[in-house]
Structures are given as C-alpha cells and as structure tokens.
C-alpha cells in the first residue's frame, strides 16, 4: 500500500481522537486502533515511515503514539 493512504488513513484517525481531552489516552487509542484495524504490513510500512522520515506528513499526536506504543 502507497505511504500516502496509509499517511491520510492515519490522520483520519488522528483527527477523530483530536477531540480527547487527554493527549496520552488519546495517544494509546490510536496505537490501539491501528494494531486492531492495520494488518503487519500497513503498521510495519508507517513505523518505517516515522523512523526514516521523522513521520512527513502525519499528525503529530500519530507520530508520538506511533513512536511511544508501537515503535
């Protein structure tokens, strides 16, 4: 799957946990629904995404809850 729609993918879910109060339950809930929802190769290809592209692109609570839950 192209970066791209795993990146407008990921800010969708970022944008729908924007709303919580609490930016680490926010953070755990996103690591959550994608490891949940993503299959192996769609997690492994945005981890890689944020390692080697410091996450260009994406959401800023994505990249934390990618770096700090599932990374």
Same mark, same amino acid.
């Given at each position: 799957?192209?970066?791209?729609?795993?990146i407008k993918m990921? &800010?969708?879910? @970022? *944008?729908?946990? %924007?709303?919580?109060? *609490?930016? %680490?339950?926010?953070?755990? *809930?996103? /690591? &959550?629904?994608?490891q949940r929802f993503? &299959?192996?190769?769609? #997690?492994?290809? #945005?981890? /890689?995404?944020?390692?080697?592209?410091? @996450?260009?692109?994406?959401?800023?609570?994505? #990249?934390e809850a990618i770096?700090?839950?599932?990374?």
């Open positions: 799957m192209e970066i791209e729609k795993l990921a &800010n969708q879910i @970022g *944008d729908f946990f %924007e709303a919580y109060p *609490d930016t %680490e339950l926010a953070k755990k *809930d996103i /690591a &959550n629904h994608l993503w &299959n192996s190769v769609m #997690i492994k290809s #945005i981890v /890689a995404h944020v390692k080697q592209q410091q @996450g260009v692109g994406l959401h800023p609570r994505v #990249i770096q700090q839950h599932i990374s």
